[in-house]
């Protein structure tokens, strides 16, 4: 099995192997990712984090064998960190994987990567326990943030991508789409017998899941709709908090915490 790892700040990967192919997904600095096949200039690869499959630009990978692969629990925590490669800088998102080996300078792939970050810009999500605090303080970054179809940053984000990067955070995998994480965790017979943390899903007429967000305290809800935003939660769906209007049909509650 071929590997390889991202170290750009954030590459897309596309349902078919052209650039004008749908973006279905993306992967993040310092995410790996199996190979399994190329066509012209793409590569047909598969997340090692949440094991989605797409295509990807060939010339944006960079490959590693299996004996280089580093294993971390670490995240970055500023919205964007400076990051030092070879005498060029990037700018890595919120979220990305960090590999300590020496102090605060990494060592990847025989590239020297120095993170240039004080030690309170990364968390240990196995550190990590589910409070209004953490939660609020993970989710903050993402306030605001565009809805963008298969985004996962930052720099824009859909709703299964948002709730999978914030529960990252604590440790807890997550699948890539609503339907896929809708079958995870432990079931929650109704909204009163929601708490925090808690994932609700939405569903279209046909009765498919198509939507995700994570329940706050008071009837509140933070999902990505247009942008990263807090909207109100009751038994039938949400309501946007703007214009009272019904925008997301109630399907199941689950329990991951």
């Given amino acids: 099995m071929q590997f390889a790892i991202c170290l750009l700040s954030v590459i897309p990967m596309r349902k078919e192997p052209f650039h004008r192919s749908e973006m279905v997904s993306q992967i993040l600095f310092g995410e790996y990712v199996t190979m399994h096949g190329e066509k012209d200039d793409f590569t047909l690869v598969k997340c090692e984090y949440d094991g989605y499959e797409g295509w990807i630009q060939s010339n944006q990978l960079t ?3 299996n004996k280089e692969l580093l294993q971390t629990n670490s995240y970055t925590t500023s919205f964007a960190t400076p990051v030092t490669q070879n005498n060029t800088m990037l700018h890595v998102p919120y979220g990305s994987p960090v590999y300590q080996q020496n102090g605060f300078s990494f060592q990847m792939i025989g590239n020297s990567i120095n993170y240039l970050m004080l030690p309170q810009q990364m968390v240990n999500s196995k550190e990590q326990i589910l409070n209004l605090q953490t939660l609020t303080a993970f989710c903050q970054p993402f306030i605001n943030t565009p809805y963008l179809w298969g985004g996962k940053s930052v720099f824009g ?3 299964s991508g948002f709730v999978q990067q ?5 440790g807890i995998k997550l699948l890539r789409d ?3 994480q809708a079958g995870q965790g ?4 109704s ?3 929601a708490r925090l943390g808690d994932l609700s899903f939405f569903c279209n007429e046909g009765g498919r899941v198509t939507h995700v967000g994570i329940i706050l305290e008071g009837n509140k809800i933070i999902h990505s709709s247009g942008r990263v935003r807090v909207d ?3 038994k039938d769906g949400i309501l ?3 214009n009272g209007k019904r925008t997301h049909t109630m399907h199941s509650i689950k329990r991951f915490f």
Avoid: G, R, W
């Fill in 191 to 193: 909204l009163e017998e």
């Fill in 63 to 65: 490959h590693v064998s």
């Fill in 240 to 242: 946007n908090c703007e």
């Fill in 166 to 170: 914030v529960f990252k955070l604590f």
């Fill in 178 to 180: 609503a339907y896929l």
């Fill in 232 to 234: 109100t939660v009751d």
């Fill in 186 to 189: 432990k079931p929650v017979n």
């Fill in 157 to 159: 984000i859909d709703c």
